[in-house]
């Protein structure tokens, strides 16, 4: 099997700038596992990484598509293994990071997906609430919505359409035999969750001193607000600030709760779901850790 270095964790945790340390030690490009980074002009919101940070290093599936282009779980395992593929012909050696657990999994396991009817109509859910549309995944997959959190919008009705399709999401997962398609080193990186929650409150003030304001009120202003790329958090909550229904500091107040919690579920996610080696960045000498451990995998 091809060999893949896989850098996952919290947001925040610093995955972008080891993913570059370890693209220069070890000869690598590094693919993006970030569901939001792939959109053009999500950039201070989404963290994405800047030309001078790349430090000259390929980075594949970044700030590619488009934010009208509608990009999903399947897309994004098609065009990374192709990319897997493409970088070991290469004789690099391939690195993943990103936080988006689904993503990551699908990448790395024997994920198959459903095709949906093409005729089920998704915006048929659009004036539904999270907890209408949960309650009726509810009645339909019992299973899945039990396994999706009521405000992932996204999933919950990805489920529902699914079910309306003739096939049930948890039906669909449970073919899966959950067998690696690829040998992979999973690198967690973990720290301290209070300091981690106050990481995350800084990273957030700084967005907005580097201008995230301007770029969101840009943005808005060019694409339609229910556009795919505007659910991703520091986005979609400044759309009521932008149309002048919240205040700024609620609006801030908001990131910062919505990104913690979504760190909180990162780590959860990564548990259950793969078999993780953490790290502790907090821990003296864990980067030394990490680059001995990555040379000792890619020479078997």
Same mark, same amino acid.
């Given at each position: 099997?091809?060999?893949?270095?896989?850098?996952?964790? *919290?947001?925040?945790?610093?995955?972008?700038?080891?993913?570059?340390?370890?693209?220069?030690?070890?000869?690598?490009?590094?693919?993006?596992?970030?569901?939001?980074?792939?959109?053009?002009?999500?950039?201070?919101?989404?963290?994405?990484?800047?030309?001078?940070?790349?430090?000259?290093?390929?980075?594949?599936?970044?700030?590619?598509?488009?934010?009208?282009?509608?990009?999903?779980?399947?897309?994004?395992?098609?065009?990374?293994?192709?990319?897997?593929?493409?970088?070991?012909?290469?004789?690099?050696?391939?690195?993943?990071?990103?936080?988006?657990?689904?993503?990551?999994?699908?990448?790395?396991?024997?994920?198959?997906?459903?095709?949906?009817?093409?005729?089920?109509?998704?915006?048929?859910?659009?004036?539904?609430?999270?907890?209408?549309?949960?309650?009726?995944?509810?009645?339909?997959?019992?299973?899945?919505?039990?396994?999706?959190? *009521?405000?992932?919008?996204?999933?919950?009705?990805?489920?529902?359409?699914?079910?309306?399709?003739?096939?049930?999401?948890?039906?669909?997962?449970?073919?899966?035999?959950?067998?690696?398609?690829?040998?992979?080193?999973?690198?967690?990186?973990?720290?301290?969750?209070?300091?981690?929650?106050?990481?995350?409150?800084?990273?957030?003030?700084?967005?907005?001193?580097?201008?995230?304001?301007?770029?969101?009120?840009?943005?808005?202003?060019?694409?339609?607000?229910?556009?795919?790329?505007?659910?991703?958090?520091?986005?979609?909550?400044?759309? *009521?600030?932008?149309?002048?229904?919240?205040?700024?500091?609620?609006?801030?107040?908001?990131?910062?709760?919505?990104?913690?919690?979504?760190?909180?579920?990162?780590?959860?996610?990564?548990?259950?779901?793969?078999?993780?080696?953490?790290?502790?960045?907090?821990?003296?000498?864990?980067?030394?850790?990490?680059?001995?451990?990555?040379?000792?995998?890619?020479?078997?």
């Amino acid at each position: 099997m091809l060999k893949v270095v896989v850098i996952v964790g *919290p947001t925040a945790i610093g995955k972008s700038s080891l993913s570059i340390e370890l693209a220069k030690r070890f000869n690598g490009e590094i693919i993006n596992g970030d569901s939001i980074q792939v959109y053009k002009g999500l950039n201070i919101g989404s963290a994405k990484i800047t030309e001078k940070e790349k430090q000259g290093i390929i980075h594949h599936l970044l700030d590619c598509k488009e934010l009208t282009e509608r990009y999903d779980v399947a897309t994004f395992q098609k065009e990374a293994r192709e990319k897997i593929k493409e970088i070991s012909e290469k004789g690099k050696t391939v690195i993943v990071t990103g936080g988006t657990g689904l993503y990551i999994k699908a990448l790395l396991y024997d994920y198959e997906f459903a095709k949906t009817a093409i005729n089920v109509d998704e915006n048929k859910y659009k004036d539904f609430t999270n907890e209408q549309l949960h309650k009726k995944l509810i009645e339909v997959d019992r299973k899945s919505a039990k396994e999706i959190h *009521p405000n992932n919008r996204k999933r919950v009705i990805r489920a529902l359409v699914m079910a309306e399709s003739g096939i049930k999401k948890s039906d669909q997962e449970e073919k899966q035999a959950g067998i690696m398609v690829y040998d992979a080193k999973i690198i967690g990186l973990t720290m301290n969750r209070k300091k981690l929650k106050e990481r995350i409150n800084s990273r957030v003030d700084a967005m907005i001193a580097e201008g995230l304001l301007e770029e969101t009120s840009h943005l808005f202003s060019k694409y339609p607000l229910e556009s795919q790329g505007f659910t991703g958090i520091g986005y979609k909550e400044l759309i *009521p600030y932008y149309l002048k229904k919240e205040t700024l500091e609620k609006c801030i107040e908001k990131i910062k709760t919505h990104t913690r919690q979504f760190a909180k579920r990162q780590y959860t996610w990564f548990n259950n779901q793969m078999k993780v080696d953490w790290y502790n960045i907090e821990e003296e000498g864990y980067l030394g850790k990490i680059y001995q451990d990555v040379e000792d995998f890619l020479n078997g």
